[in-house]
T-cell receptor, first 117, second 112 residues
Framework: AQKVTQAQTEISVVEKEDVTLDCVYE???????LFWYKQPPSGELVFLIR??????QNEISGRYSWNFQKSTSSFNFTITASQVVDSAVYFC??????????????FGKGTRLHILP | GAGVSQTPSNKVTEKGKYVELRCDPI?????LYWYRQSLGQGPEFLIY????????DSGLPNDRFFAVRPEGSVSTLKIQRTERGDSAVYLC??????????FGEGSRLTVL
C-alpha cells in the first residue's frame, strides 16, 4: 500500500533563512509519481511539482528545489531565502502507476511552515 | 472563472439529513477527484472519475457516500444520513495530465 510521511508537523523560520521540508514515501510499485502541493491560508491547494520515479534528477525552480532519492525513498523540498509569502501548509503526495494516466493521489499530513518577518 | 467551482461553499446540516455537494471542473479536464480534509490533516482520497465512470472509489468510507458524474463534467457527491464525523471540507479537483490537480476552494460541511 502507498503511504506518505511528513514527519515535521510545523516549522518556523525567520525570513531569508533556508528551510527543508521532508517527505518519505512507501510504495510497492516501481512506477510512480511524487508531488508537492502548497495550501496557503486562503485554503486552495496549489500544484508545485511532479516527479516520476525514473527521473532522480534534482529540480530547481527559482527559490524552490527538490531532492529526490530513491535509495532513501525521500522527496525533500527546500525553499531558499524564505519569504513571508511562503507561509503555508505544504503537502507531499504519491501516485502509483500514474505514468500515462491519472490515478489516485495519496497525500501526507502536511507540514505547516511559518516564515517570521 | 476558469477554475474548479464547488457549491455550496458552506453547508450546515443536522445529523441524519441528506447532503449533496457539487463540483464543476475545468472545461476539458477528463479526470475529477473528490477528497475530504479535516482540520490539521492532509486531503483524504475519496473517489476519482475518468470521464463518466468511477475509476477508483476505494476511498469512500461507507455506503452512505456516493458520487456521480453522469455527463463526464459536473460531479455530485452525495452523503446520506449524515453523521457528526462527516464534518470536514470536501475538496474537488480536476486534471488534464497525471497528478497536476487543480483544486476548488472546497465545500465546508458541518453536521450538528
Amino acid at each position: 500500500a502507498q503511504k506518505v510521511t511528513q514527519a515535521q508537523t510545523e516549522i518556523s523560520v525567520v525570513e531569508k533563512e533556508d528551510v527543508t521540508l521532508d517527505c518519505v514515501y512507501e510504495t510497492r510499485d516501481t512506477t510512480y509519481y511524487l508531488f508537492w502541493y502548497k495550501q496557503p491560508p486562503s485554503g486552495e491547494l496549489v500544484f508545485l511539482i511532479r516527479r516520476n520515479s525514473f527521473d532522480e534528477q534534482n529540480e530547481i525552480s527559482g527559490r524552490y528545489s527538490w531532492n529526490f532519492q530513491k535509495s532513501t525513498s525521500s522527496f525533500n523540498f527546500t525553499i531558499t531565502a524564505s519569504q513571508v509569502v511562503d507561509s503555508a501548509v505544504y503537502f507531499c503526495a504519491l501516485s502509483e502507476d500514474g505514468m500515462n494516466r491519472d490515478d489516485k493521489i495519496i497525500f501526507g499530513k502536511g507540514t505547516r511552515l511559518h516564515i517570521l518577518p | 472563472g476558469a477554475g474548479v467551482s464547488q457549491t455550496p461553499s458552506n453547508k450546515v446540516t443536522e445529523k441524519g439529513k441528506y447532503v449533496e455537494l457539487r463540483c464543476d471542473p475545468i472545461s476539458g479536464h477528463t479526470a475529477l477527484y473528490w477528497y475530504r480534509q479535516s482540520l490539521g490533516q492532509g486531503p483524504e482520497f475519496l473517489i476519482y472519475f475518468q470521464g463518466t465512470g468511477a475509476a477508483d472509489d476505494s476511498g469512500l468510507p461507507n455506503d452512505r457516500f456516493f458520487a456521480v458524474r453522469p455527463e463526464g463534467s459536473v460531479s455530485t457527491l452525495k452523503i446520506q444520513r449524515t453523521e457528526r464525523g462527516d464534518s470536514a471540507v470536501y475538496l474537488c479537483a480536476s486534471s488534464l495530465q497525471a497528478g497536476e490537480l487543480f483544486f476548488g476552494e472546497g465545500s465546508r460541511l458541518t453536521v450538528l
